[in-house]
């Protein structure tokens, strides 16, 4: 079974953490530290009747979209 492509326009982005709009996969993170949080797995969950994204692309993805989200907008993340 082939997989769908992961792409980026694919993640809302926002301070409040990151989501996977096809699959609602997000990371959301911890107020102190924006690199530790929480990682839910939506309808990657589920069996990949749905859409067929492989987790960990998306995951893969998600956490390289994050860093660099994080690391444009550092003043967002001072405490």
Same mark, same amino acid.
């Given at each position: 079974?082939?997989?769908? !492509?992961?792409? +980026?326009?694919?993640?809302?982005?926002? /301070?409040?953490?990151?989501?996977?709009? @096809?699959?609602? $996969? $997000?990371?959301? /993170?911890?107020?102190?530290? @924006?690199?530790?949080?929480?990682? +839910? !797995?939506?309808?990657? $969950?589920?069996? %990949?009747?749905?859409?067929?994204?492989? @987790?960990?692309?998306?995951? %893969?993805?998600?956490?390289?979209?994050? !860093?660099?989200?994080?690391?444009?907008? +550092?003043?967002?993340? %001072? $405490?």
């Amino acid at each position: 079974m082939e997989t769908t !492509l992961v792409r +980026r326009d694919q993640f809302n982005i926002s /301070p409040q953490g990151i989501v996977h709009k @096809p699959t609602d $996969a $997000a990371f959301t /993170p911890n107020l102190g530290d @924006p690199h530790l949080g929480t990682f +839910r !797995l939506g309808q990657l $969950a589920n069996d %990949r009747s749905m859409k067929n994204f492989d @987790p960990d692309n998306v995951e %893969r993805m998600m956490r390289t979209l994050w !860093l660099e989200y994080v690391t444009e907008n +550092r003043d967002l993340f %001072r $405490a």
